[in-house]
């Protein structure tokens, strides 16, 4: 819980080793696995994080927090060059009834990177209908991405997204 909280309040390198921790104590516990994943995304270091993320869903394949592990993954596929790829898994990540609405802007980021406006504008939509006045700040704030290359590949789709 502690490496979760230090990346919640946005300290990600330092919650690293508390997540690996976690994990070596217990190979089993999905949380920390999806956490870890979470860290390696946001590190952009997505093969690992994908790995991650897939350990997760196998050990917890009904975990309340499957979206936010789909999502994970499918981000990590689109970053590391299959957007179409990782567009389809955030898409299945966004539908599923708990996803809120920053798993929604995920999805339509990665299908920005993958050339599907229409898809794209399906979830700028999806996101207005909800009522949300979320900004790409608060996203940037929620996604501290520490590589400029890919923060600024956020920036950008958020930009053709309107968001």
Known sequence: MLGRSLWLEGSIENSVPWLERAIALNPSYAQARYSRGWTHMILNEGSAGTMCARDAMRLS???PLRYAMMASEGFMKATLGDE??????????????RAHVLIA?????????????????YWREDIAARGSNL?????????????????GRVSDALAKVGI
């Open 84 to 97: 179409a790829g990782g567009a389809a898994i955030v898409d299945q990540a966004a539908l599923e009834p």
């Open 135 to 151: 900004t790409g700040n608060v996203f940037r704030k929620s996604f501290p991405f520490k590589d400029s290359e890919l923060a």
């Open 61 to 63: 394949p009904v975990d």
């Open 105 to 121: 802007v995920m999805a339509a980021i990665c299908q920005v990177w993958a050339g599907n406006v229409e898809r794209a504008t």
